[in-house]
């Protein structure tokens, strides 16, 4: 395999596929060389780890910052670091290596494809690579990984009948635009392990085929996603078939993903969410949400299941996608719950160039933060289940977990680095006049006295609860007239309540003039702010004017 793009190596950020190593200790005044020694053992570590996860590339010879800087050991010592994989890993790995020239630099390239078996460091270290960090996995772990590799087969089966006349070019012109390869279409198909000359052939495996042919479905019948919209909260059949919307959705893999996108976008709903007197239009799933859900489900969907497709169902209430294949060792649903940031791939070629196409980042990373942009809009944490004993599920709720009044009122914590429970406990609280117990907070959220006590104590420490009297068990929120107030006014609205404060009243051209908005824009926000009980109409045509209700407060 000939060489990666210099431009690619200079500036590419570490990550789950890639990382840079320098040969330098910049500790101290001066840069002095690393012992081999060191080196070996850093070649050692990332190699074994990427190796237990999906594969990568290392950059000997390249500072943090993408510079070259060089491997400048005489040849005893360089041959230390090129048996690293043979004498510090055990089974040994195979790896490839080669010497590349970045800006008139040379740099030692290694690179590993997965492993179906577990390595361990001569140290007794199991290693795993997730994001950009050689993670120690637990040895309980170990048996589970296994065998969950040995299974991890699929998308490496070899199509004999295929040939490139079958894949997509434009595909392949993308990826190189995406990563800088120059490389022919045959020898990007090599790079990512997803062929092999064979007698004179090039031999394409199910992977390839899949993310580049024309018609993937000539390979495998249930690559496609299927769409499906239904009325109200749960399925009906028969007579009462509550279908509105069907699509079948085709293509190699590297398309599929965005024309699911483009075809999902015209259901996720808006929803109207009010904040700080005006209504910010929001979607009912955040987008980042549901489009790492399809992803996912693209990427570790299990492809020896052919008789069934991935599935995405819209309910009123819902959005549930289903991915053929059970979860692969070590993810537990379990530990997805907890937000762990574990990672494993039952299809890692095809991961490997998803992730260069731009569509996966941080691995370990995307449950977590569907977790944290749900939560950020008020709504119910994801849900994942296993169905039928092989369909994985994924299920996001559009029901808000708090009112539009008790979400502007958490607000004011933004930044203080709570968890979910010290939040519910918050708002808890709040609708028990600011007063609660260690007792109900362990019922509220279904934890143990220790970690009850450690989120209050947490929460004294950052000075928003204290204990109501020496010695007592209530606990009640720091001056709770103050946090129950509502969101600092912005300067326009402030001009409006100013303005109502002088002439009584506001008319449309008030509006339009403070705000620099449209008639209709005006219209609507006027309308927004009656329905929220912030105004009152009063009068007709010329004569509409709006005042501010008497309970509100100017």
Same mark, same amino acid.
């Given at each position: ?185 045959? /020898? *990007?198909?090599?790079?990512? %392990?997803?062929?092999?000359? #064979? $007698?004179? &052939?090039? @031999?394409?495996? !199910? ?127 379990? /530990? *997805?719950?907890?937000?762990? %940031?574990?990672?494993?791939? #039952? $299809?890692? &070629?095809? @991961?490997?160039? !998803? ?200």
């Amino acid at each position: 395999m000939k060489v990666q793009s210099w431009k690619w190596l200079k500036t590419h950020r570490e990550g789950q596929f890639f990382e840079r190593k320098s040969c330098y200790d910049r500790s101290g005044r001066r840069p002095k060389r690393r012992s081999a020694r060191s080196v070996a053992r850093d070649v050692a570590d990332t190699l074994a780890a990427m190796a237990n996860a999906d594969g990568g590339t290392l950059a000997l010879g390249i500072e943090d910052d993408g510079t070259p800087s060089g491997v400048g050991y005489p040849q005893d010592r360089l041959l230390v670091i090129l048996r690293a994989t043979e004498r510090n890993i055990r089974p040994p790995i195979k790896t490839h290596h080669q010497w590349v020239d970045v800006d008139n630099v040379k740099v030692l390239l290694f690179e590993v494809d997965w492993s179906p078996e577990v390595h361990q460091l001569t140290d007794g270290r199991y290693l795993l690579r997730v994001g950009d960090q050689n993670l120690p996995f637990p040895a309980s772990d170990i048996a589970a990984m296994k065998e969950g590799k040995r299974r991890r087969v699929t998308e490496a089966q070899f199509i004999g009948e295929a040939s490139l006349k079958e894949l997509d070019k434009d595909l392949f012109d993308q990826l190189r635009e995406k990563t800088g390869f120059a490389l022919s279409d045959a /020898r *990007l198909l090599q790079h990512y %392990r997803l062929a092999e000359p #064979r $007698n004179g &052939r090039l @031999v394409l495996s !199910l992977a390839a085929v899949l993310l580049f042919a024309k018609d993937p479905l000539r390979w495998h019948p249930a690559c496609y996603i299927d769409f499906v919209k239904w009325e109200g909260m749960e399925r009906r059949f028969g007579t009462k078939l509550n279908v509105i919307k069907r699509e079948r959705i085709e293509g190699p893999l590297l398309r599929l993903i965005d024309q699911t996108f483009k075809t999902i976008w015209p259901h996720i709903r808006e929803r109207q969410r009010l904040v700080d007197l005006f209504f910010e239009e929001r979607f009912e799933y955040p987008t980042f949400a549901w489009q790492e859900a399809i992803i996912n489900a693209v990427a570790h969907r299990d492809y020896a299941l052919k008789g069934t497709p991935i599935e995405v169902w819209i309910f009123d209430d819902r959005l549930e996608l289903r991915s053929p294949g059970v979860l692969v060792e070590p993810v537990t649903i379990q /530990r *997805l719950e907890r937000r762990e %940031r574990i990672h494993a791939s #039952r $299809n890692p &070629r095809m @991961v490997r160039v !998803l992730t260069d196409m731009g569509y996966m980042r941080e691995l370990g990373e995307g449950v977590p933060r569907m977790f944290e942009v749900m939560e950020r809009e008020g709504l119910k944490p994801p849900e994942f289940r296993m169905e039928g004993g092989a369909i994985f599920t994924v299920i996001l709720r559009n029901t808000p977990v708090y009112s539009p009044e008790t979400l502007r009122w958490l607000k004011q914590f933004e930044g203080q680095g709570l968890n979910p429970n010290q939040k519910r406990l918050l708002a808890y609280a709040h609708a028990h006049a600011g007063r609660f117990t260690s007792r109900a907070y362990q019922k509220l959220v279904d934890v143990g006295i220790y970690n009850a006590s450690r989120d209050i104590k947490d929460l004294i420490h950052k000075g928003i609860v204290q204990l109501e009297k020496k010695g007592g068990r209530v606990y009640k929120l720091v001056d709770v007239e103050k946090l129950s107030g509502m969101p600092k006014p912005s300067k326009e609205l402030l001009q409006i309540k100013r303005l109502l404060r002088q002439k009584g009243h506001v008319k449309n051209e008030d509006v339009r003039q403070i705000l620099n908005i449209s008639r209709a824009q005006a219209t609507r926000l006027l309308q927004d702010w009656v329905a929220s009980g912030f105004l009152t109409l009063l009068g007709k045509g010329r004569g509409t004017r709006y005042v501010q209700k008497e309970n509100e407060s100017t």
